[in-house]
């Protein structure tokens, strides 16, 4: 029945190929800032670039962050289909997880405290996010530390043009999940500003699959306060300052590890983001200066005596800080030659403990405040545009560690215009991963790690119709890692940080959007990426938990005025384990089906079911953990 089901799939996707020769995607028009960090559309960069606009995120407002951007080509989001609170590991192009950056509104939000300083997506409500931009390949030219295979920037809801918006959305769903959040923005005078509450509540599932289904694991509830405000003062027309806060919390039940539950096991986690920018804006030149200051805090208590292994109590800290000074802008010589350059500072620590109580007495370990860093960069990249059909941008970056000292990165991302309708594209760049840290400092760091240094190469052609109601991009990458940072454990079962010496992942990506006359839009991305490692000219197979293939399918109706049908496909393919994981080494493939339903029934409000996994799969992106089933969410939203 599987195979069946994704044999019709695949077939209908293929001749949507057909059916949309020379075509490309929609956004081609759409302006976007996160390619050069500059405003620009999408036939002025050789960037390859996916857009989740205002309208895709409200026909997923019962979804979390995670969920929307997993439908995306090329990225695979372990914990996005689990408990609310799992840990998000973003597989993206088939690097391992740390190695995208996430943004909000332009500042990278990395951990210092995580073990990968990857940034914690649950943090992320969606009623806070205006848009989301993803942009592909290596791109630690423009951003830095952690761009080695993409960016995530997402951008958070402004001031609007009245002097008072109203917002909100009000849902509640299988699991006992309720989900509230409530929002005000506008513009007075020269004074905008945006406030946006979240809060969600679920009685949630076992995190932890109970094979025998007889031993009553119990739910692993979730909870979570998340309040943003945007506000900016124009002082003239070339004049402003911006202040933007985040302050989020939720807490959450989790079990004792895989098949194993923990009746009293909970984690809190807490995350500050507070920023002022100064922007100038003139004729040429535009810059900004920034200062952004972030804190992220997670406690793990687990007082029962039901705890996994020997332990009867443990208890463990951490928090990480980071400070982000920039000075950016950019200058346009003329209107087809501008350059952007700017001034990074990153400083980051962490301070964390872990102790516990065991029929063996107690034990405790600590990360004082020693482990710390700090990077400074210099970068520039010259854009030109639309000369004669032709774009190019070309850049480099210089970066000063406090523990590795110097090391550089390069752009050169040329592309043509063959006509109105059709463009191809080449991306050469390099990128770098700094060990967190963690890799460092902990019980399994060392300090003789060195940063993962990438070549990234992407060829494509992007084509639309002359309505642009038809697109298709066609992408081919490949990236080189040399010293891949891993966890290992030796012979001896002492287990530590370690590079291996070569990583080479390749693949492509296919994404098409077809008008339906007037009633609709069909869009389909299918991904294959696959690759090794070799270390000492030994190769080894190692995407653990990432699929060869993954294919997403959405169609979106109007059949009459107001009314919103959107049935949607997703299958993964097979994929490996992790390298500590239980159970058999392959992981089975596993398809879902989806089907939202949204109605317009007045101006200002709007009505909306989302069913999900229709069909009941049972799957697991992580093995001995659940991944929701057959699940129902329905709600109102409103803007007055």
């Not at 080449?426 to 902990?442: D, F, R």
């Amino acid at each position: 029945m599987k195979k069946n089901f994704l044999v019709v799939a695949a077939g209908l996707f293929f001749s949507s190929q057909l059916n949309a020769q020379d075509t490309t995607a929609k956004s081609l028009g759409e302006v976007f800032v996160t390619a050069n960090r500059i405003a620009q559309k999408q036939r002025a960069t050789g960037k390859v670039i996916a857009i989740i606009d205002q309208a895709t995120i409200q026909r997923n407002a019962g979804r979390t962050v995670s969920e929307i951007i997993n439908q995306q080509a090329s990225v695979f989001i372990n914990g996005a289909n689990n408990t609310l609170g799992t840990n998000q590991d973003i597989y993206f192009r088939g690097a391992t997880s740390g190695n995208v950056l996430i943004l909000i509104d332009g500042v990278p939000v990395g951990d210092a405290s995580q073990s990968n300083n990857a940034f914690d997506l649950n943090h992320i409500s969606t009623g806070m996010v205006e848009r989301i931009e993803i942009l592909k390949g290596a791109q630690s030219t423009l951003w830095g530390s952690d761009a080695v295979a993409g960016v995530i920037n997402i951008i958070t809801k402004k001031g609007g043009s009245k002097k008072a918006e109203v917002n909100g959305l009000l849902s509640y769903g299988s699991y006992n999940t309720l989900r509230a959040n409530a929002g005000v923005g506008g513009k007075l005078n020269a004074f905008s500003y945006n406030l946006n509450y979240n809060f969600t509540d679920s009685k949630g599932f076992s995190a932890a699959q109970d094979t025998t289904g007889t031993k009553n694991f119990d739910k692993d509830g979730f909870k979570q306060n998340n309040f943003v405000a945007n506000l900016r003062y124009d002082f003239n027309k070339h004049f402003a300052v911006k202040g933007f806060s985040n302050f989020g919390q939720y807490k959450n039940g989790i079990d004792a590890g895989a098949y194993a539950d923990d009746a009293d096991n909970n984690v809190t986690q807490k995350n500050r983001n507070n920023g002022l920018s100064f922007l100038y804006q003139g004729n040429k030149l535009n810059l900004t200066l920034s200062q952004n200051l972030l804190n992220n805090t997670r406690l793990y208590v687990d007082d029962s005596a039901s705890v996994g292994g020997f332990a009867k109590y443990s208890k463990g800290s951490y928090e990480g800080n980071s400070s982000i000074t920039e000075l950016f802008g950019s200058y346009r010589f003329i209107d087809q030659l501008s350059l952007v350059a700017g001034l990074q500072n990153i400083a980051q620590n962490t301070t964390q403990s872990y102790k516990s109580i065991s029929v063996f007495g107690p034990y405790e370990t600590a990360l004082g405040d020693s482990a710390k860093a700090n990077n400074f960069s210099f970068y520039a990249s010259l854009l030109a545009t639309e000369l004669a059909g032709f774009n190019m941008e070309a850049g480099f970056r210089v970066n000063s560690h406090s523990i590795y000292g110097t090391n550089a990165t390069y752009t050169f991302n040329p592309s043509y215009n063959i006509d109105n309708k059709t463009r191809v594209f080449v991306n050469i760049s390099s990128g770098y991963k700094i060990p967190s840290l963690y890799q460092l400092y902990s019980e399994y760091g060392n300090k003789e790690l060195k940063p993962e240094a990438t070549q990234n190469y992407e060829v494509g052609v992007q084509s639309f119709s002359a309505d642009r109601k038809n697109a298709i991009r066609f992408v081919a990458f490949k990236r080189d890692i040399k010293n891949l940072i891993i966890f290992y454990t030796s012979p001896s079962w002492e287990s530590y940080y370690i590079n291996r010496d070569e990583q080479h992942d390749y693949g492509f990506e296919v994404e098409s959007s077809i008008g339906l006359g007037k009633i609709g839009t069909w869009t389909n991305n299918f991904t294959y990426i696959d690759g090794e490692g070799k270390n000492n000219n030994v190769k080894v197979k190692n995407l653990y938990r990432r699929p060869n293939f993954s294919f997403n399918s959405v169609l979106t109706l109007e059949p009459v005025k107001g009314l919103t049908l959107m049935p949607s496909f997703r299958f993964i393919s097979s994929r490996l384990k992790g390298a500590y994981d239980p159970g058999p080494a392959q992981m089975p493939s596993y398809y879902t089906i989806d089907f939202y339903t949204g109605y317009q029934a007045t101006k200002n409000l709007r009505l909306f079911v989302d069913l999900r996994n229709i069909t009941d799969q049972v799957y697991y992106d992580v093995p001995g953990y659940n991944s929701r089933k057959f699940n129902v969410t329905g709600g109102v939203s409103f803007q007055f």
